[in-house]
Every structure is written in structure tokens, then in C-alpha cells.
């Protein structure tokens, strides 16, 4: 029974060591003090910052960035959590995050809010709770949870993409984020005050591993797996675990309970694509924004049109149930009124009603905050606030859920538990951050349909597709389906849909495997007047085993050039692949129908001569001309285009003679090797193509991608790895060593600039159409050194802007950069003449081009 003692300060205060078990006195005694050193030495106003003192909690950010949803993750229990104001960058890749959780990836659209942990347990006759705070440090709703001393508490970076630098066998994705924290300190200056009282641990450390992907199909979710360990001295009883988001879509400047009009709710199920009346189990929670904030009764840049949420993947205990609970709040700025509202089950003598419903308690003393994490409640959809449900069980709506129905600064939490954690005993669990795109479908749907007391035909104008796939695939890389992982003869479930079976979900055993693509290969552009060189070495690609398939599947390599970095905007320019083929056979199901299936990888043209004789043609054999061999039928198929490196135009092996290597590195001399890529790779996969008819003054994007040929035998189709994962931005100019060796001077264009010339129209402008009018104009520059100053200054020498431009000598875009005609004062320049000073080692160059309207 939940217990309300505890109001009153504990006589003793546990201070283990976050990693200590307590089993070895000497150890014990050793990491005890280190962390009582924290709590003295602490003197952080804002501590959640990366700190290097030793003698602090060694708080990181990091960010997954390889897929469609970028977020951020820290060591303190949240992800997605907003304390940088100004966003921060990867450490791992320097791309910038302007917020910490940006769907899709580059739009600077927040995909949703800041998710936190927190944990609750009924320690002898006290009832505690600890909280992760996605405000750490600065609110008194200080964080409970906090990592060890540098290094112990550093984060561990691991990558199943063989040969990168992080790469670990054990692995579960493309970059995988471990960190530990613990709720063990009590320091006001670090933990601060969330109750009248001050923080009681429990006494518990919690392993996290975040892991993502870049593949198409599975970039749009994070998997987090959690262990929670009691490392106290006390049996917790009564365990619950609660995951909150607090919802929030917008633009990036769009930070502020003013314009937060958010929906969340519980989406259990969605049709299947596969059709046949079926429907796929999705049960996340999510957030969305109410209307997708048209703009003029039209989607821009500035539409968040997507929605995210949380599926709970494993409990510690298979048969637990969940509780899903939200709350709001919606102020009206011009009598700056707030409306707080939260749907709950009405009391009852055994279960009386706790709070005024306002939420207050989620924030409140850990007995209240432990009744939210414990109380079953699922709870109806935001959009349903209004609606009387009195008959159901709920309290009767009010003016407050008036208010917050169409949308408010809202925030959910999935909840579960109820079991006991003896000492040193850990309890595990897992969950999907999930994204999908384009629920909102019209720009006035929220304006034409919206009713409080009727949301049914706004709601059915919504589409939850894109969301319901990605949940899908979420489910699936963290549990294959058709895969029988433990061995015990159990494949999962299935159904048949036009005489096909279909593998739904997995034997319940967690396999974390993703069916992904070989890594984008190593890629170093090489720019000249109106062509670009891209030479890229595959050693990785080649070679990578396919975590699902167990298999190498590489398959071949596409090259892309475009104007602007989304994926939509790059054009294949080449396309090589192997010479192989997918073998099938006709086989009777069933039903007495016939089906064309495989059982094989694909067969290479020296392979099927072996089995079938010289000169053996697989193309000859079609649907209507199979091959007869006994009693079967046999087809043939080409894997993509069949387009080896002899028949590509443009693309050829740099080294020709280089020889075959394996994988043994030990076998490898120095004339096998280039280190054109930095590190030491074969010769033999070092390629080179040609992109040429450029024009120098326009931003070229190149990527070159890796794909696989896939696993027909699964049905399962060819990967191909992100655009984004190598790609690169350069221009057809010569390079800044070239300009420097040949005494080349800078130049500028155009030259003149016209203001109103229609610029981005033209398509040499805002190719990606990101940025308004007034900040999309550029005066652009080349023949730069690599490393220099550049000055703007009036006709009367007054400073208008100047900048450093400093890029690595071999960077495709060191001989470039451009000024946005935006002046120290942040105003738009004037029409006139500009005089351009470029100083670098050794040398002063002064140039002027004109402006005008």
C-alpha cells in the first residue's frame, strides 16, 4: 500500500557509487567516497553542462544523426531535451542540431518534445521517486539522475558498420550511444528541490543504449534499451517505470507555451499496406501539431505535418500491462489565463480520486508523483476533451478542457511496474522514438472540420500512415518477424493475405538486426573548372556483412549530383552493380496455386555456368520460357541493371593492376595501399568518375551510394545506404591549391549583383527553398586561399561585414564561400559600390563589384 510517510527529512542518506555492488567492502568504500567528493566540490550554477572538472558529474550531449529523426541524447536520462537554447553540435559528425529533436532531418521542424525517465518504488515504509528533468540544473526541477566522473561516466560509442571508427562486433545499429547514471546524489547544488524535502535515492543506476539507423525504410525511429539495477542496500518493492514526452511541433524559433497548440493521443491500430482487411497492432502514443500551421491556407517550410510518439517494445515482465496519461495547459495571452486539464477516472472508495486533475501532481511530492506512475488509467485522445464520457468512468469535462482540446502545451507519459528489484538485481525495458510524416493532409482541415464537442471528422481527415509503417519497422528490427532467434521452433506469428504468407511479428526474443545497407564508401571530391572528380575507395562496402542476412551482399554503387542537400533534389548519374542473378521456382502452395519463390542468393554468371554449362544465358529463361530440370521449373532475374565497371561509362578503377585483398590486415604491404581517404585502404577498390558541364558558379552536391541485393528469399528488397551519409558540397572551380600554385586572383560574381534579378527563381539561389527572400541573396566568391579574412567595406571605407573563411586545404569548397548582402547592423545592404579585402599568409587582395537594384 502506498505509503505518505517520508514528508519529513530520512535520518540516513545512501551515496553509493553509482557501478559499486556493495559485495567488496574495500571497493565499496572507494567509490562511496568518489561520489561524496561530487556532492562537496560541486559548485555549478547550471551543472548540466559537458564538464571537464574531475570532480563533477561528466554530463555529455550527444545526437543521433544518421536517419530522418535527429536527437539529441544526454547522460542524464532524456532525450531530445532542449537545454541548449541555441542547439549544439554532434560531436561525433560537427553537423549542427538547431534543437534537440528535428524531424524530418535538416528542416529545423521540431518532431516533438523532450522524453524523460523516472522511477518510483516503495522503500521500507516510504514511497520515492527520481526523475530525470530535461531542465537539469536550471529549474527547481532539478534532474535526479546523473552520471559518474569523467571517464566513468562518458558516454560509449559503438557502430555494427565495419571498418568506421567506432565499429564493436557488439553493436546493434549504425552508432549505438551507452551511458550509465545513477539517482545516488543528494547535493541541493545538483539535484536541487522537486518536494518539500530534499532528494531520497533509491538507490538505483540505469544502463542506457540508444541506436539508430540511415537506411530508408528504418531512419524514421530510435531505439532505447534501458536496465534499471538496484545497487542500494534495500529490497525496492512495488517498482514503476513512467517515459514522458512533453509534445511540441514547430519551427525552430517556435519555443514557448504562447505557441504551443499541440494534440497527443494513443493510436492502437492501422490498416495494413498488405491489404486483406487486415490491421497492424502500431499502440504508440504520440503528439502532432493541431492544424500544421498553414501559412495563407498553404504548407511551407515552416509546416510541422508530422507526428511522433513512444511504443513500449518489452516490459519487464511479458503479460504487464501500461498506463498512457497526458495533461495540458493552455494560457491565454491576452488575460494571461492559464487552463490546466487532465482526463481522470472518477474516485471511488477503494480508489480515491488524488489531486484537482490539473496535473500538479506529476510535479508534486513523490507520493503524488508515485500515484501517476502506479494508478491504472488509459487515458482518451487530447482531441476528445470535451466530449462528456461521464458514463465511461471519466470526471465530467469543464471549462479548462474546453480550452485545451484543440490543442495545448501538453505533456504524456507511458507508465508500468509493480515488481520487486532484490539487491544487485536489474529489471530491463525497451522503447521506440517513432516519426512519420504527412498526417496532416490539407491545409484547412483543423479550420473547416474542428469541433470541441465532435472532433470524429477532423480526426478520420487525419492520416496516421507513414507513423504506422515506421512504428512497423520499429517492432520488426527490434523483433524479426519469421525469425526464430532462440532456436525453440517458434517463428512468431503470420497470415495470408492472396495466398501468401506474411510474417507479422517475431518469437518475442529480442534480435536488434536490421536488414541494412553496406556503408555509403569512403569519398574525396576533386574540383577543376566545370567538372568535378569523385574518387571513392569501397574496401568497407564491399566487404561489410549484413547483420540480418548474415551475409556480404554488396551489390554495386550510384553515383548522384544535385542542387540542394535533399534527397528528392539528387539525379542518378550512374548506376554499376555485379553481373548476378536471382534464381526461382515454381512452387505448388496450398490452396493449389503456383508462386515463384527462392530459396538462394543471388547466382553470379561463373556460378550458373558451373551448374548449368558454358555459355549458359539465365536471360533466356523467363515466366514464359522456363528452364525444365527434372520435375522443376526454373526462372531467371537480373539483380538491378547488370552494369559491371567495363560497360559504365565515366567509371573506372584508379589502380587497374592493384591486386585482390582480403580482410586479413596483416597481409597487406604499403604498395597495396592509398591513403587518398586518410586512412590506409586497398588499392584494388579505389574508383574514379567524372562529372563534367559544370557551371563553376553553382553549388554542386555529390554523393555516392553503396546497395545490397537485398534477400529475395525473405522478401525482403535491396538497401541502398542514405545520399547524406558521404555526401558532399563542392564547386566546379579551381581548387584553393590550384589558385594558389597558379597566383590566381579572387574574383566575385555576379558582378553586378541585381537585388530584384529573380535570382532564386533562376535556380542560383535558396535551391532548397529554406530561407525568406530578404536572407536568400548571395554575393559569391572564389579562388579563395583556404584559410583567410574577408572584408566588405563601403565606398567610404566603412566596414559593412567581414568574416574568417577557414576550410582544410583539400575541402571541395575551401576556394569559395559567399556573403548573404547582410551587414553588421543585421540590415538588408543598399544598392552602390563594395570594395572586397581578402588577406591571407602572405598576400592582400582588394577587389570591388557593385550592387544594384
Not at 504548407?299 to 497526458?326: E, V
Not at 554468371?605 to 549458359?616: A, K, T, V
Request: glycine content about 8%; aromatic content about 14%.
Amino acid at each position: 500500500m502506498m505509503s505518505r510517510q517520508g514528508d519529513e527529512p530520512r535520518k540516513e542518506t545512501n551515496m553509493s557509487h553509482p557501478y559499486g555492488t556493495g559485495t567488496a567492502e574495500s571497493e565499496e568504500r572507494t567509490i562511496r567516497c568518489r561520489y561524496l567528493l561530487i556532492a562537496i566540490v560541486i559548485q555549478a550554477s547550471s551543472p548540466c553542462v559537458t564538464a571537464q572538472n574531475a570532480n563533477r558529474p561528466y554530463v555529455e550531449w550527444l545526437a543521433h544523426n544518421q536517419g530522418n529523426l535527429q536527437i539529441e541524447v544526454d547522460n542524464c536520462g532524456n532525450l531530445g531535451a532542449d537545454r541548449v537554447y541555441h542547439g549544439l553540435v554532434d560531436p561525433l559528425t560537427g553537423e549542427p542540431l538547431r534543437r534537440a529533436m528535428i524531424y524530418p532531418k535538416r528542416s529545423d521542424l521540431y518532431g516533438g518534445g523532450p522524453i524523460s525517465i523516472r522511477v518510483g518504488a516503495i522503500v521500507d515504509n516510504d514511497t520515492l521517486v527520481s526523475t530525470a528533468s530535461p531542465w537539469q540544473g536550471e529549474t527547481t526541477l532539478g534532474g535526479e539522475f546523473w552520471p559518474d566522473l569523467y571517464p566513468f561516466g562518458a558516454f560509449r560509442y559503438e557502430s555494427n558498420n565495419f571498418g568506421g571508427a567506432n565499429y564493436s562486433p557488439n553493436a546493434r545499429s549504425e552508432l549505438d550511444l551507452v551511458c550509465s547514471y545513477a539517482d545516488t546524489l543528494t547535493d541541493r547544488k545538483i539535484v536541487g528541490r522537486s518536494e518539500p524535502r530534499d532528494h531520497i535515492p533509491l538507490g538505483v543506476k540505469v544502463t542506457q543504449r540508444s541506436m539508430a539507423w540511415g537506411a530508408s525504410n528504418i531512419d524514421d525511429f530510435v531505439l532505447v534499451d534501458y536496465t534499471i539495477e538496484n545497487i542500494g542496500r534495500k529490497v525496492l518493492k512495488d517498482v514503476y517505470v513512467g517515459v514522458s514526452e512533453l509534445a511540441h511541433f514547430g519551427y525552430y524559433t517556435d519555443w514557448n507555451p504562447a505557441a504551443s497548440d499541440n494534440l497527443v493521443g494513443f493510436l492502437k491500430t492501422w490498416p495494413a499496406p498488405e491489404g486483406c482487411g487486415f490491421e497492424d497492432t502500431i499502440d504508440i502514443a504520440y503528439g502532432m501539431d493541431n492544424d500544421g500551421d498553414p501559412s495563407g491556407g498553404e504548407w511551407d517550410f515552416r509546416s510541422p505535418l508530422a507526428a511522433s510518439g513512444i511504443c513500449l517494445l518489452r516490459l519487464p515482465i511479458d503479460s504487464m500491462k501500461y498506463n498512457f496519461n497526458w495533461w495540458s495547459l493552455y494560457i491565454d495571452w491576452q488575460t494571461y489565463r492559464e487552463y490546466d486539464w487532465e482526463p481522470r477516472p472518477k474516485g471511488t472508495e477503494y480508489d480515491p480520486f488524488l489531486g484537482d486533475g490539473s496535473g500538479e501532481q506529476n510535479y508534486g511530492p513523490d507520493a503524488d508523483r508515485y500515484y501517476v506512475l502506479r494508478h491504472p488509467e488509459f487515458d482518451y485522445d487530447q482531441m476528445y476533451s470535451t466530449v462528456d464520457m461521464t458514463e465511461a468512468g471519466w470526471k465530467r469535462p469543464d471549462e479548462n478542457a474546453l480550452m485545451v482540446a484543440g490543442g495545448g502545451w501538453t505533456e504524456y507519459m507511458l507508465s508500468f511496474g509493480g515488481f520487486t528489484l532484490g539487491l544487485g538485481a536489474t529489471a530491463g525495458f525497451t522503447i521506440a522514438i517513432v516519426a512519420g510524416d504527412n498526417v496532416h493532409v490539407r491545409p484547412t482541415d483543423f479550420e473547416n472540420l474542428w469541433n470541441p464537442y465532435n472532433p470524429y471528422w477532423f480526426y478520420q481527415s487525419l492520416d496516421f500512415t507513414e507513423l504506422a509503417l515506421n512504428a512497423r519497422w520499429a517492432k520488426w528490427v527490434y523483433d524479426n518477424p519469421g525469425v526464430d532467434t532462440d532456436g525453440d521452433g517458434y517463428f512468431g506469428k503470420f497470415r495470408i493475405c492472396d495466398a501468401d504468407t506474411q510474417w507479422y511479428e517475431g518469437d518475442g526474443v529480442p534480435d536488434f538486426r536490421a536488414d541494412v545497407p553496406p556503408p555509403s564508401p569512403k569519398l574525396k571530391v576533386i574540383p577543376s573548372i566545370n567538372k568535378l572528380v569523385l574518387r571513392w575507395n569501397g574496401y568497407y562496402s564491399q566487404n561489410a556483412i549484413d547483420p540480418f542476412t548474415r551475409q556480404k551482399d554488396f551489390e554495386g554503387y550510384r553515383v548522384y549530383v544535385g542542387l540542394d542537400d535533399r534527397e528528392s533534389s539528387m539525379s542518378t548519374m550512374i548506376s554499376w552493380d555485379y553481373q548476378d542473378y536471382n534464381r526461382y521456382f515454381l512452387k505448388k502452395k496450398p490452396n493449389n496455386t503456383y508462386a515463384w519463390v527462392t530459396a538462394d542468393l543471388p547466382f553470379t554468371i561463373d556460378s550458373l555456368e558451373q551448374l548449368y554449362g558454358q555459355g549458359f544465358n539465365p536471360l533466356l529463361y523467363t515466366k514464359d520460357n522456363p528452364l525444365h530440370i527434372l520435375d522443376t521449373l526454373y526462372m531467371f532475374a537480373p539483380v538491378d541493371y547488370n552494369l559491371s565497371s567495363l560497360m559504365a561509362p565515366g567509371v573506372h578503377k584508379v589502380y587497374p593492376e592493384a591486386r585482390y585483398l582480403g580482410t586479413d590486415t596483416t597481409q597487406w604491404t604499403e604498395d597495396d595501399l592509398t591513403r587518398e581517404h586518410g586512412d590506409p585502404l586497398p588499392k584494388y577498390y579505389e574508383y574514379e568518375y567524372e562529372v563534367d558541364n559544370l557551371l563553376p558558379t553553382i553549388a554542386q552536391y555529390v554523393s555516392v551510394t553503396a546497395f545490397d541485393f537485398g534477400f529475395a528469399k525473405g522478401n525482403i528488397p535491396a538497401k541502398e545506404s542514405s545520399k547524406r551519409q558521404n555526401m558532399t558540397v563542392a564547386y566546379a572551380q579551381t581548387s584553393s591549391d590550384g589558385a594558389a600554385s597558379q597566383n590566381l586572383n579572387v574574383y566575385v560574381y555576379p558582378n553586378p549583383y541585381r537585388l530584384y534579378a529573380n535570382y532564386a527563381e533562376l535556380g542560383y539561389e535558396n535551391h532548397d527553398n529554406q530561407q525568406i527572400a530578404s536572407r536568400s541573396h548571395r554575393v559569391n566568391f572564389g579562388n579563395l586561399p583556404a584559410k583567410c579574412t574577408i572584408s566588405i567595406y563601403s565606398l567610404d571605407g566603412d566596414l559593412v561585414r567581414s568574416w574568417v573563411h577557414d576550410y582544410p586545404a583539400d575541402d571541395p569548397q575551401s576556394m569559395h564561400d559567399a556573403w548573404d548582402l547582410i551587414t553588421l547592423n543585421t540590415m538588408l545592404a543598399v544598392s552602390g559600390l563594395y570594395y572586397f579585402v581578402v588577406e591571407s599568409e602572405g598576400r592582400t587582395q582588394i577587389g570591388k563589384f557593385v550592387v544594384i537594384e
